[in-house]
């Protein structure tokens, strides 16, 4: 069974909610990352970065958040066929995570980059339920569990991006959201 390692509350539960979407079967490996269980010798053959989170499925090994999404959406089939479709699905995951997350959750550059990041996302999202469109895919989990924490972490004042708000909401409710980043979080 695929094992996936992450902490107690860590970017793991991303993966975890993906998994949860796909009804793949796994186990949760929960470190000890209070203890530094990520950078003992055992999970270090698996990530020698010593982050989570990680997943070993048979003899394959990897990390990063978004390259465990990706691989996950290209194994259970969930991507399209044509290299433009993909790169657009690739394009999302890694936004998320290089510019979506450093902009907001940045301290230095969050005033700045909220209004320039949440403003197109906001007219998307006021035109379509999901990223790629009406159909749910993996770049909402990378987009969405981001921007489902800002009020999980911070006081943004969001109202100026209801469409985004709205967009949150049908993230949350998701039962896949629910068990696997609801349950997490407090
Ligand atoms: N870009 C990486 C970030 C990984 C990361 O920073 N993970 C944190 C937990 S959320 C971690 O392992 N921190 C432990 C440490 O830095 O010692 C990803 O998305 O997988």
Redesign the pocket.
């Known amino acids: 069974m695929l094992k996936l390692y992450g902490?107690a509350r860590?970017?793991?539960a991303?993966v975890q909610w993906y998994l949860e979407e796909l009804a793949v079967p796994y186990e949760f490996v929960l470190l000890d990352?209070q203890g530094g269980e990520?950078?003992q010798p055992e999970f270090l053959k698996i990530n020698p970065i010593?982050?989570?989170?990680a997943i070993v499925d048979g003899d394959f090994q990897l990390?990063?958040?978004?390259a465990i999404l990706l691989y996950l959406a290209e194994k259970y089939d969930k991507c399209p066929t044509s290299p433009e479709e993909r790169a657009i699905i690739s394009q999302w995951v890694l936004f998320a995570?290089a510019t979506l997350g450093t902009g907001i959750f940045v301290e230095a550059t969050r005033e700045r980059e909220t209004p320039r990041l949440l403003t197109p996302l906001n007219e998307i999202f006021s035109k379509q339920s999901f990223l790629l469109g009406e159909e749910f895919s993996v770049a909402d989990v990378a987009v969405g569990s981001i921007l489902a924490y800002i009020p999980l972490m911070l006081k943004l004042d969001l109202s100026a991006y209801p469409a985004v708000e709205q967009y949150i909401q049908r993230m949350v409710g998701r039962p896949a959201y629910q068990k696997a980043i609801a349950g997490r979080s407090s």
């Open positions: 902490g860590s970017r793991a991303i990352m990520h950078r010593g982050k989570v989170p990390w990063e958040s978004g995570n």
